[in-house]
């Protein structure tokens, strides 16, 4: 049984930069599509940044440049890179794994979430 755990969130001003880790127990992420979403208040979770068992990434247009997404199978963790911050960044974030589905809500994992708030 895979577990993921968030970590890394908090408040941030505008422009400012974090970096979210997610750390994976009970399985090799080695075979998993991961990624991250996002739910602001009273919105759907979106899907921000996704990475392939190939390393093959996407992004979603609103944070292309600014989030940068990778993966060390050594320590079996996922990272979010994100710089210049902007208020609309604001929300939960999850971390999701999949053997089949890529950058989906289908994905069978899912982490707890980490808040991130961007604010003056």
């Known amino acids: 049984q895979l577990q993921l755990v968030e970590s890394g969130g908090g408040l941030v001003q505008p422009g400012g930069s974090l970096r979210l880790s997610c750390a994976a127990s009970g399985s090799t992420l080695d075979n998993y599509h991961i990624g991250w979403f996002r739910q602001a208040p009273g919105k759907e979770r979106e899907g921000v940044s996704c990475i392939r068992h190939n390393s093959y990434r996407t992004y979603v247009q609103s944070v292309k440049g600014r989030f940068t997404i990778s993966r060390d199978n050594a320590k079996n963790t996922v990272y979010l890179e994100m710089n210049s911050l902007k208020p609309e960044d604001t929300g939960i974030y999850y971390c999701?794994?999949?053997?089949?589905?890529?950058?989906?809500?289908?994905?069978?994992?899912w982490g707890q979430g980490t808040q991130v708030t961007v604010s003056s």
């Open positions: 999701v794994a999949d053997t089949y589905y890529y950058c989906s809500t289908n994905s069978r994992y």
